[in-house]
């Protein structure tokens, strides 16, 4: 990451330019389905506690009853319930859990990822705000076409974190800061009433 900055800050007007436009034509399916998630869940404060030395809020999702997805990747959400952690100092996600709440199928028969299947994603604060991944697991069973059955359970551990300054400034998408910071304060109204 520190490296990344490094080669931003040195990048020249043509560099930077060259780059802009190959994030403007990938495609938007990624971003498309982000922008729908405070539409696509019910959330609610189920409580409060602590986690890894931090007072946490935690929240629940459920997927809203009448939710109809605009993008193919939202779609995904229907079958989807999660819990956040989310720090109460920082305002920041330190644990998400995603749990399938009813079989998501890819393709007609293509892949099928069964009812109960569960990913786990832990943060870190690595350097006074910033928050980086720290462990994802996985738990899922899935079939592949109509023959092949797999049973995933799968850990990867981050680390090796360089230091970077809390400073450093954000590199927005193309809509930019202000429209980000409208969907953020539409979201934690939803939260938080």
């Known amino acids: 990451m520190a490296r990344s900055i490094a080669d931003r800050r040195q990048e020249t007007e043509a560099e930077r330019a060259k780059r802009l436009s190959a994030y403007d034509r ?8 982000w ?19 931090h007072s946490v809020f935690i929240i629940e999702a459920m997927p809203r009853q009448g939710y109809q997805p ?9 079958s989807l319930k999660c819990r956040f952690w989310v720090d109460q100092q920082d305002h920041q996600i330190v644990k998400v859990d995603a749990e399938v709440i009813d079989t998501i199928s890819i393709g007609l028969f293509l892949v099928r990822v069964a009812k109960g299947s569960r990913a786990t994603l832990d943060l870190t604060c690595v ?18 076409g109509l023959l092949q059955a797999l049973r995933i359970e799968q ?4 680390s090796g974190y360089s230091n970077v300054a809390a400073d450093t400034g954000t590199v927005y998408p193309a809509e ?16 938080f009433p």
């Open 26 to 33: 990938r495609p938007n399916w990624q971003r498309e389905a």
């Open 155 to 158: 850990t990867v551990n981050y």
């Open 127 to 144: 350097n006074n705000g910033v928050w980086l991944p720290d462990r994802l697991q996985v738990f899922a069973s899935a079939r592949l």
């Open 70 to 78: 605009r993008s193919r990747t939202a779609k995904l959400f229907r």
């Open 176 to 191: 930019g800061r202000d429209a980000l910071n409208v969907r953020l304060n539409r979201f934690a109204k939803a939260i």
């Open 35 to 53: 922008q729908e998630l405070p539409e696509a869940f019910e959330f609610r404060k189920s409580g409060e506690g602590r986690l890894n030395g």
